[in-house]
């Protein structure tokens, strides 16, 4: 300890002299300043204790993503989304499947296909209208939905594109002043980004609804091709037991060469799915793999991963055949 001013040393003759008193309370004085000190601390770490206690048993977080159980949600996930409040109305999906990549700048060159990642088959026809057609669509719908999310689905399939089928589309819906919002100015559309065919499309894009507002659709509207609608509602739906009376298909066909199109989808998309329902086989898994050159893969084990046994179901002869649906349980058969 310090030496204390001269003025407030004790002397030996006087022992209780006024010096001496002095002295003892200034000590007093510094003592009761460093139990108060003490004191604050020891409340706080009591409080900051508390509050760990209420957080880590309280299940869950303002946002709604688990914290413990068999579908915990890691910490670097659930903790850097800013979920706004409105998303919890949100219980409808409006999906728009991409199928190529739009590479402009000007909105008015939209139609023009060499602003367009397309394969030789795709050229002509008035596809990229159907295009363009399905994207306002399904902003439409949204529009009029202020209880759904659109989401473009789509990875990135081509070599020579920078970006995804999804984030094309919505760079398109999004300089074409399509995009619908929340009535606090929050998007109501967002991209999934990793599907590589039709089945895809629809299982990540639930997922990616369950991403994007932490909870599971109760309906589900797809914006695609005529043509492809007994794919998605005879079968991708089926495969999901998603609920036919909860499922909608707007189908929308490109203008010209509708037969050779039609013929097209029957062998190459409807008629392999017949034969192996989860497109994990043969044919349809060398398709994934030719429109996956980037090596991308989804995040949806860690933000869904009630959909995991679903996500890596691809029966074979041990359960039955290509064709048997997956047994689990999913999150839907609980949705009211």
């Known amino acids: 300890m310090l030496p204390l001013p ?45 509050l760990n206690l209420v957080w880590y048993f309280g299940g869950s977080d303002e946002h709604g993503y688990p914290h413990e159980g068999p579908h915990a949600a890691p910490r670097g996930i659930w903790e850097t989304l800013p979920r706004d409040p409105t998303l919890e109305d949100i219980d409808h999906l409006i999906m728009v499947p991409g199928h190529a990549i739009w590479k402009g700048t000007d909105l008015e060159a939209r139609l023009d296909e060499d602003q367009w990642v397309l394969e030789p088959y795709q050229r002509g026809g008035g596809r990229v209208s ?33 970006t995804t089928e999804a984030e094309s589309y919505m760079r398109l819906a999004h300089i074409s002043n399509l995009i619908p919002r929340t009535s606090s100015d929050v998007l109501r559309a967002t991209t999934e980004n990793y599907a590589l065919d039709s089945y895809q499309n629809l299982v990540f ?15 589900i509207t797809v914006v695609g091709y005529e043509m492809k609608r007994r794919r998605f509602t005879e079968l991708h739906r089926a495969a999901l037991r998603w609920p036919a009376d909860q499922f909608e298909y707007v189908g929308i066909d490109a203008e010209g060469h509708k037969d050779a199109a ?8 409807y008629l392999p799915y017949t034969q192996d329902t989860y497109g994990c086989h043969g044919l349809l898994l060398s398709k994934r793999r030719a ?17 995991g046994p679903l996500l890596n179901w691809c029966p074979g002869p041990s359960e039955g055949g290509q064709t048997v649906a997956y047994p689990g349980p999913l999150p839907w058969s609980h949705v009211k």
């Open 205 to 219: 894009s639930i997922a990616r609804f369950h991403e994007y507002t932490g909870r599971w659709p109760k309906r």
């Open 291 to 307: 429109r996956n050159p980037f090596m991308r893969y989804h995040s949806y084990y860690s933000s869904a991963p009630e959909l």
């Open 262 to 269: 039609q013929q097209g989808e029957l062998q190459n998309g």
């Open 6 to 50: 001269v003025s407030l040393t004790s002397s030996s003759r006087h022992p209780r002299s006024r010096h001496y008193r002095s002295t003892w309370d200034v000590l007093r004085t510094r003592a009761r300043i460093t139990n108060l000190g003490f004191l604050l601390l020891a409340g706080f770490a009591a409080f900051s204790f508390f």
């Open 130 to 162: 159907a295009f363009f057609r399905h994207i306002a669509a399904g902003a439409e719908l949204a529009r009029d939905d202020e209880h759904s999310l659109l989401v473009f689905s789509g990875g990135q399939t081509r070599p020579s594109s920078t």
